[in-house]
């Protein structure tokens, strides 16, 4: 049976042309999304595709234009009857953030994937295609619903909340964490190794046109707080550190952020470790920071500005929010 889907199309690496087969460097999105389909037709899958080009760069650059342009395009296209699934064709370098900020505002009744590649189109071992098929094939199965936003590169899916780009090279290029991939797919076969886990289908945050700021702070030996004090400005509300270890930080570092705190700056410590746990510590109330617990420092970001946008500014209910992930 032919499926219906949507495809979104924002650039990245998987519309990417070198100009030569074995070049180092190339351009991000170079292929418009019309044209690009026409690549995909020659691989004879059962689906019927529609697609809109939301934007045609690199994920460095995606901010907020973008992602609300995207969230309003997802939405309809959820909202259309005809549309059995939505496909979102993205750079890699911030598609981890992207689909953790949409599965969070976004319900979850109908397959939302998202898909990238490591290496442009004209590229020797381009996997853009193939990535590009086993998401269509994710998009176009029922059990993908109620799972959240999935992000499908290399052969396996991985849910939004735990993806994270872990190499700069290769195409194995992206794990989860706490959870690893929560299934195998390609272009003939699909395996899921578990239920779907979102058994309410409306999103927990509604959308948001501006998001306030929040700057991620990265710790390092001989930190000063003269130093964290120069990344927050007058329009800041929060601050993420990418602590060491478990969320840590030097003690000058600490001092400043909790004299910030006590200004009305929300702080989460979070960890620069590619797999770290950030659990509260006896001292968080009293500081008045929050754990992260298994969000990197980038989902962090993006959680906190959501519980900032909603009203949310105490502590232990945002501290709740993150343990909730």
């Known amino acids: 049976m032919t499926v219906k889907l949507t ?11 070198a100009g030569s087969a074995t070049a180092k460097d190339y351009s991000a999105g170079q292929i418009a999304i019309e044209d690009y389909l026409e690549n995909v037709a020659g691989l004879g899958l059962s689906a019927e595709l529609s697609a809109q080009q939301i934007a045609n760069i690199d994920s460095a650059d995606i901010g907020q234009g ?18 059995q699934g939505i496909v979102i064709t993205h750079g890699t370098d911030t598609l981890e953030e992207t689909a953790f900020l949409l599965d969070l505002t976004l319900p979850v009744h109908k397959p939302v994937v998202m898909v990238g590649a490591m290496r442009p ?32 590169m290399g052969d396996r ?4 909340r735990d993806v994270r780009k872990v190499r700069t090279r290769g ?20 395996e899921w190794f578990g239920a779907p886990w979102r058994a309410v289908g409306e ?8 998001l306030p700021e929040v700057v991620i702070v990265a710790a390092y030996s001989g930190l000063c707080g003269e130093a964290v004090a120069r990344c927050i400005g007058p329009d800041t509300r929060g601050v993420v550190v990418a602590g060491v270890g478990e969320g840590n930080m030097p003690e000058a570092a600490r001092r400043e952020l909790v004299r910030r705190c006590a200004q009305g700056l929300q702080v989460v410590r979070a960890s620069r470790a590619d797999e770290g746990l950030v659990d ?8 008045g920071f929050v754990a992260s617990r298994a969000l990197n420092p980038a989902k962090a970001r993006i959680l906190l500005q959501l519980l900032i946008a909603s009203g949310e500014t105490e502590r232990a209910a945002i501290q709740r929010a993150f343990d909730g992930r």
């Open 66 to 83: 973008v992602w609300n342009d995207l969230h309003r395009a997802t939405l309809a296209a959820l909202g259309d009857p005809e549309c």
């Open 203 to 210: 999103p927990r945050f509604g959308w948001v046109d501006a």
């Open 121 to 152: 189109a004209d590229a020797v071992g381009y996997d853009g295609l193939r990535n590009f098929a086993n998401a269509m094939r994710v998009a176009g199965d029922g059990e993908a619903a109620g799972r959240g936003v999935l992000v499908v």
């Open 280 to 287: 509260a510590e006896p001292d968080d109330a009293a500081n």
């Open 7 to 17: 495809v979104l199309a924002t650039g990245g690496t998987i519309a990417g042309i």
């Open 157 to 160: 899916i991985f849910g939004g």
């Open 171 to 190: 195409t194995e290029a992206f794990r989860g964490f706490p959870r690893e991939s929560v299934g195998l797919v390609t272009p003939s076969s699909l």
